[in-house]
């Protein structure tokens, strides 16, 4: 595997600390509650169409997809949002309505389509008087329907380089995203069941609070296309912040009207001289000794956001376009290599690579192992050559992997 195909497991895990977020109390680490949640629109997207099954006894063709020709680009449904009522109205006594907050978490397995915003920004100095300045950005968009996704990190840290990781996925393509030197690069890999990761990853992000007590304080406020009322969080809620050696000086929330669920969440803490040095979580670069942190959860684009495949994704394969044991099945495939497993001996998965390939014209070059341990059969045909690994593995399952350079 290439290097660049590193980016999908740190994206995978950057994504999962910011659902975190260090240790910022009431940002929910786990899935959201069941809740209502906004309809979603009688609407669907393109869709790839499924590839047959392969027939019972005839060897299975290693994927060698063109996928970006299949959907360049995937319109997302559009459904009508609820009509302002009016200008916000202030609720008399402040505080006479709450809510617990699980109550107001949302469901996005229960959306047809959706869009999340995280942006974590600090802004201080540490005690020795270093300025410490970075923002966060994550981005996922997911319209379920048609399982496609698209996944964006931004990071920028005073002092270094701002970094900008891309991944769209479709099904269970994946597709790493980058303008390398003034150029569009995309690389295509497919693995099974890393799309549906990369969705679930985004609904478990939708529960940023994770307890305490919140306060209406204003009816009918319009944000990102939903009525909604704002509240915030109450005294005592707040007072748990003190534990982190900051205090808050914002902590609202916006919920919808209809259905509940939560719209909007603003969180800004302050880090005082006077407390000890904070050491945050994810793009601080040093504990802050005074400053601010900002945490700032958006859902946008609910049920009528649009995920479009750049072009530079078109007209790419991925895996070998050569013959696999029966009943294979591909559980990864990359430019140029493709892994996967069957039912079957070992000796007749060796048996089908040295009858099969030599009948394309590869010659078998290198052999070794037993059944045991697996085998490396390597073969060559003019200036290709193949290489394949053959691992027994548990409940009679057999492990391949084929390379081709």
């Not at 629109?41 to 299975?60: K, R, V």
């Not at 809510?99 to 201080?124: F, K």
């Amino acid at each position: 595997m290439r290097p660049q195909h590193l980016l999908f497991t740190m994206l995978l895990i950057g994504a999962l600390f910011i659902s975190g977020c260090g240790n910022l109390p009431f940002l929910s680490q786990g899935a959201a509650q069941p809740t209502p949640s906004p309809g979603a629109s009688s609407g669907s997207a393109a869709t790839p169409a499924p590839q047959p099954s392969p027939a019972a006894g005839q060897p299975t063709q290693a994927p060698a997809n063109n996928p970006g020709q299949a959907i360049p680009a995937i319109p997302l449904p559009t459904a009508a949002q609820p009509t302002p009522g009016g200008a916000a109205t202030p609720v008399a006594g402040g505080g006479a309505v709450t809510i617990p907050l699980p109550q107001i978490q949302t469901t996005p397995a229960q959306l047809e389509s959706y869009r999340i915003t995280i942006v974590m920004s600090t802004n201080g100095k540490t005690a020795d008087g270093q300025v410490v300045e970075s923002q966060t950005t994550y981005a996922q968009a997911t319209h379920r329907p048609s399982k496609t996704g698209y996944t964006l990190v931004v990071e920028d840290r005073r002092g270094t380089p701002s970094s900008r990781s891309e991944i769209y996925s479709v099904g269970d393509m994946l597709y790493t995203y980058e303008r390398r030197d003034g150029k569009e690069v995309c690389e295509p890999v497919m693995m099974a069941g890393m799309g549906e990761m990369l969705r679930g990853i985004a609904d478990g992000m939708t529960a940023p609070v994770q307890m305490g007590v919140a306060q209406l304080v204003s009816r009918g406020e319009t944000v990102n296309g939903v009525l909604t009322d704002r509240y915030t969080l109450d005294q005592e809620t707040i007072s748990q912040f003190g534990a982190a050696g900051a205090t808050v000086e914002k902590a609202d929330l916006w919920v919808a009207r209809d259905g509940g669920y939560l719209v909007r969440y603003d969180l800004t803490l302050k880090i005082t001289s006077s407390t000890s040095p904070w050491s945050g979580g994810p793009g601080i670069a040093a504990p802050m000794a005074e400053g601010t942190i900002a945490y700032n959860w958006s859902l946008e684009d609910i049920n009528k956001a649009t995920i479009t495949l750049p072009s530079a994704c078109g007209g790419q394969t991925v895996g070998i376009d050569l013959p696999l044991p029966p009943g294979a099945q591909v559980s990864t495939a990359l430019p140029g290599a493709t892994m996967g497993g069957v039912k079957a001996s070992i000796d007749s998965v060796v048996t089908f690579f040295k009858t099969e390939y030599p009948r394309l014209g590869y010659e078998l070059t290198y052999e070794f192992g037993d059944a045991q341990n697996g085998y490396i059969l390597e073969f060559k045909k003019g200036s290709e050559e193949v290489m394949i690994n053959i691992s027994p593995g548990s409940d009679g399952e057999v492990s391949f992997s084929v390379t081709r350079s």
